[in-house]
């Protein structure tokens, strides 16, 4: 009886912090959906670039991402106008790239 009367007691707990929290757990949620759809978009468009040329490195396609208008010949001259290194591109895009890499394989 004991046991019973702790789960209900738990379960009561478990359930008022979930409601306290529901607003919080929600946004996280679409946060977390947003930056797996951005991901599925980067990963797709690197398999097309990748179905294109089967050589091209990490690089050149982060260049194609990123650079929309065609204004930069390499990565390192695009980001100079930017907040970010090249590292930190590559850094963004490799685990992306990777699988795009592994689904055409």
Same mark, same amino acid.
């Given at each position: 009886?004991?046991?019973?009367?702790? !789960?209900? !007691?738990?379960? &009561?707990?478990? #359930? #008022?912090?979930? /409601? +306290?929290?529901?607003? @919080?757990?929600?946004?996280?949620?679409? $946060?977390? $959906?947003?930056?797996? %759809?951005?991901? $599925?978009?980067?990963?797709?468009?690197?398999?097309?670039?990748?179905?294109?040329?089967?050589?091209? &490195? !990490?690089?050149?396609?982060? !260049? +194609?991402?990123?650079? &929309?208008?065609?204004?930069? @010949?390499?990565?390192?001259?695009?980001?100079?106008?930017? @907040? *970010?290194?090249?590292?930190? /591109? *590559?850094?963004? /895009? %490799?685990?992306?790239?990777? *699988?795009?890499?592994? /689904?055409?394989?």
């Amino acid at each position: 009886m004991d046991k019973i009367v702790g !789960l209900v !007691l738990g379960a &009561t707990i478990i #359930g #008022g912090i979930l /409601y +306290k929290n529901a607003e @919080s757990i929600k946004i996280e949620f679409m $946060k977390q $959906k947003g930056i797996y %759809q951005a991901k $599925k978009i980067a990963r797709n468009f690197f398999v097309e670039k990748i179905k294109e040329n089967p050589n091209i &490195t !990490l690089d050149e396609a982060i !260049l +194609k991402f990123e650079d &929309t208008r065609n204004e930069f @010949s390499s990565l390192e001259e695009f980001v100079k106008n930017k @907040s *970010r290194t090249v590292g930190s /591109y *590559r850094k963004a /895009y %490799q685990d992306m790239f990777r *699988r795009a890499k592994h /689904y055409i394989n």
